[in-house]
C-alpha cells in the first residue's frame, strides 16, 4: 500500500491536499485518477484515508473519508533520539537515517565530532530521505532533524536525557541496563567512521552518561547506529 504526505497546514476538517513532488508522484508516476482512495500521513501523528476529487500535476486535492490518530512516539514507550557524529560517505549517513526512521527513532542529530572528516551536509536531502522512510515503514510521525556544530553542543542541549555511548573499547557487559528502561527520554550517541576520541567519552561520563558495548566486533558507524537502535525493539 502506497502511503503519502502533507504537511500539517494543508489539511482542515473536510480536505486536504498535497503538492509538490508527492503530487507529481501520485498523478504522473502512479497515475492516480479521480475517486481512487489513497492513504496520507501528517508527519505529527494523524493518518488519513481519502477519496481524489481533483488531480493534477501540481496539485491533488482529497475528501477525508476516515482519520486516525497515532501519535505515540513511533511505536516505542521510550523518546529515542539518535546523535551520530556525521559520516564521511553520504551513502553510508544516508543508510543510517533511512533505517533509523524504520526502526522508530523519534529525533536525529548529526553532530561534528573531533574525528569527523565532514562537516557539512545536505539537510534538504536528508529531510527528504526522512519523509520516504517515513512513509515507506508506515510511521505518522516524522522525526526531527537537528545539525550541531559539536558534542558538547548535543550534551548541553540534552542534558535532561538518559545518554548512552557506544564505545568499542568498553568491555563491559552487552545490552541495556534495567535501570535504563525505566527511563521516558533517552539519548543514543554513536561516533563518525573514527568514533569518539577520549576526551568525548570523558565528556559523556562527566555528564552522567553510561558506556555500553555493542558485541566484540568492531562496527562501522551506521551498523553500530542500527545495533544500537535494534536493542530497544
Known amino acids: 500500500m502506497n502511503v503519502f504526505y502533507t504537511q500539517p497546514d494543508q489539511i482542515n476538517t473536510e480536505y486536504l491536499e498535497i503538492t509538490g513532488d508527492e503530487a507529481h508522484h501520485i498523478s504522473r508516476v502512479l497515475r492516480y485518477n479521480i475517486d481512487d482512495q489513497i492513504v496520507v500521513v501528517d508527519g505529527i501523528g494523524h493518518k488519513f484515508k481519502g477519496r481524489i476529487i ?92 537537528k545539525v550541531e556544530n559539536s558534542l558538547e553542543d548535543v550534551l548541553e542541549k540534552n542534558y535532561d536525557y538518559k545518554m548512552l555511548i557506544a564505545h568499542e573499547k568498553y568491555d563491559g557487559n552487552t545490552g541495556i541496563p534495567s535501570d535504563v528502561k525505566k527511563e521516558k527520554n533517552i539519548l543514543l550517541l554513536v561516533g563518525p567512521e573514527g568514533g569518539f576520541s577520549e576526551e568525548e567519552v570523558a565528556t559523556v561520563k562527566e555528564k552522567g552518561g553510561e558506556l555500553i558495548s555493542l558485541g566484540p566486533y568492531r562496527l562501522r558507524a551506521e551498523t553500530a547506529a542500527l545495533a544500537f537502535l535494534a536493542l530497544f525493539i
Open 54 to 145: 481533483d488531480i493534477s500535476k501540481k496539485n491533488v486535492r482529497v475528501q477525508i473519508l476516515e482519520r486516525e490518530n497515532l501519535s505515540d512516539i513511533n511505536g516505542h514507550n521510550q523518546r529515542l533520539v539518535l546523535g551520530l557524529g556525521i559520516i564521511k560517505h553520504r551513502q553510508r549517513l544516508e543508510f543510517a537515517v533511512e533505517k533509523a526512521i524504520e526502526l522508530g527513532v523519534a529525533e536525529i542529530i548529526l553532530f561534528n565530532s573531533r574525528y569527523s572528516e565532514k562537516s557539512n551536509i545536505r539537510k534538504d536531502r536528508i529531510e527528504k530521505i526522512m519523509i520516504s522512510a517515513m512513509k515507506q515503514s508506515m510511521h505518522a510521525v516524522l522525526p526531527v532533524l
